[in-house]
């Protein structure tokens, strides 16, 4: 995903529920839909890692 650079990730646990945290920065030249496209394809992503819906919260902001 070309338009987000260094990104890291922790599991957390908020409401006794494990928490996948994932940040990274934006690349300062990428575009509005590279980032879109980089967010959708995050999201996919995530979706697939938990296919049976263990994680069915998953979102990108």
Known sequence: MAALTGVTGTVVTIRSRPVILLRGRFDPVASTASITDAA??????????????????????
């Open 40 to 61: 959708e394809i995050c999201t996919r992503d995530l979706a697939a890692a938990f296919p049976d819906h263990s994680s069915p919260n998953v979102r990108v902001r």
